[in-house]
């Protein structure tokens, strides 16, 4: 069965330090990967997403996010964290847009 | 370009009432279509999808249902509504290849 796991429920950085917010998936076949955030009360929006290709992919407000198979994981970095980041953050595993599944979410908290 | 509607925003229900959120899909055809749930701190639990019209997965048995009784349409129902009920509903949509868009999320109380 699928799977998605964010090991961290809750992550405080100070502004401007590194962000790494780890994401383990569990999937059959090749899996199509994301990375949505969502701020209180709203929908999500997509940063990132990898299909296929490089397994470095570059997303929006400058996150970024690595796929490696060997370990299973997709993690989600910014080397500079900005105080508008605050927000949860969700990682998913699709495949064909059939049955998309959700990590828990992991809650990023800025401190100035 | 594809939009997706989801109503009403809020809603207050008391126990045992009725429910009826519905969510459509602009600009594209034949799409998936997922109800997600998301309770405080739970995450985004997979409710139902859809494939088709008529065509509907439960992943969680549950008091809700689904019904998709128009390509781009897609309605979550309850007869009788639970305290448990309470929390954020989510509708999507995608395409194969393509990732999930989000509709801007329904807040339910029920009372």
Known sequence: AQSVTQPDIHITVSEGASLELRCNYSYGATPYLFWYVQSPGQGLQLLLKYFSGDTLVQGIKGFEAEFKRSQSSFNLRKPSVHWSDAAEYFCAVGHTGNQFYF???TSLTVIP | SQTIHQWPATLVQPVGSPLSLE???????NPNLYWYRQAAGRGLQLLFYSVGIGQISSEVPQNLS??????RQFILSSKKLLLSDSGFYLCAWTNP????FFGQGTRLTVV
């Open chain 2, 66 to 71: 689904a019904s998709r009784p128009q390509d």
């Open chain 1, 103 to 105: 990590g828990t979410g």
């Open chain 2, 23 to 29: 969510c459509t899909v602009e600009g594209t055809s």
């Open chain 2, 97 to 100: 290849w393509s990732e999930a």
